[in-house]
């Protein structure tokens, strides 16, 4: 089965500074890979996607991730923190591969971002 | 355009009370899905279907009963209430990849939050 691995429960930058969210995939093939971003009691949102088109992918927010098949991953940065960055960040993957599987996504544990001054 | 609905937002039950979620989506979409998220585990599917009258299990189906009589309206039953149900509920909904032959986006609605005391 397919798994995503989130290096680091909660990250803490300063403002203006890098972010750097962390996933590894497991998967035989290379899959469809997915960042989302959880504001406080809302729903998850998609940030950006991997589908195999280009390896970097540019997402909304200012956010991009790069897949890397050699390092099975797909790390996400961004190069300047903002204070509405702060968040919980999940990394997915999809059952590619598998008949009317491409829609079901595996999520990692979550990464908490915080964002200081 | 509303998206994807959830109600109620919280609940607590007893344990052993049953009640229903509901979902319901206006995007005319054919998958739609249910996932529980819990501290440091994520999201983890408990059901989801493909389309009007079609349901399937996901990762952690036990406890959780769903019927799909319409494209627009998921509902999730529990049928007997434990304290291990105590959770945010999501239900996600996206076109079906045997459709569009990519990968849909999921859109998330913003959760129900239950207590099972």
């Known amino acids: 089965a397919q798994s995503v691995t989130q290096l680091g429960s909660h990250v803490s930058v300063s403002e203006g500074a890098l972010v750097l969210l962390r996933c590894n995939y497991s998967?035989?093939?290379?899959?469809?890979l997915f960042w989302y971003v959880q504001y406080p009691n809302q729903g998850l949102q998609l940030l950006l996607k991997?589908?195999?088109?280009?390896?970097l992918v540019k997402g909304i927010n200012g956010f991009e991730a790069e897949f890397k098949k050699s390092e099975t991953s797909f790390h996400l940065t961004k190069p300047s923190a903002h204070m509405r960055d702060a968040a919980e960040y999940f990394c997915?993957?999809?059952?590619?591969?598998?008949?009317?599987?491409?829609?079901?996504?595996?999520f990692g544990t979550g990464t908490q971002l915080k964002v200081e001054l | 355009n509303a998206g994807v609905t959830q109600t109620p937002k919280f609940q607590v039950l007893k344990t052993g009370q049953s009640m229903t979620l509901q979902c319901a989506q206006d995007?005319?979409?054919?998958?739609m899905s249910w996932y529980r998220q819990d501290p440091g585990m994520g999201l983890r599917l408990i059901h989801y279907?493909?389309?009007?009258?079609?349901?399937d299990q996901g990762e952690v189906p036990n406890g959780y009963n769903v019927s799909r009589s319409t494209t627009e309206d998921f509902p999730l039953r529990l049928l007997s209430a434990a304290p291990s149900q105590t959770s945010v509920y999501f239900c996600?909904?996206?076109?079906?990849?045997?459709?569009?032959?990519?990968?849909?986006?999921?859109?998330f609605g913003n959760g129900t939050r239950l207590t099972v005391t």
């Open positions: 991997y589908t195999s088109a280009a390896t």
């Open positions: 997915a993957v999809s059952d590619k591969g598998v008949t009317g599987g491409g829609n079901k996504l595996t």
């Open positions: 996600a909904s996206s076109y079906s990849t045997l459709l569009v032959g990519d990968n849909s986006p999921l859109h």
């Open positions: 995007m005319n979409h054919e998958y």
């Open positions: 998967s035989s093939v290379p899959p469809y």
């Open positions: 279907s493909v389309g009007a009258g079609i349901t």
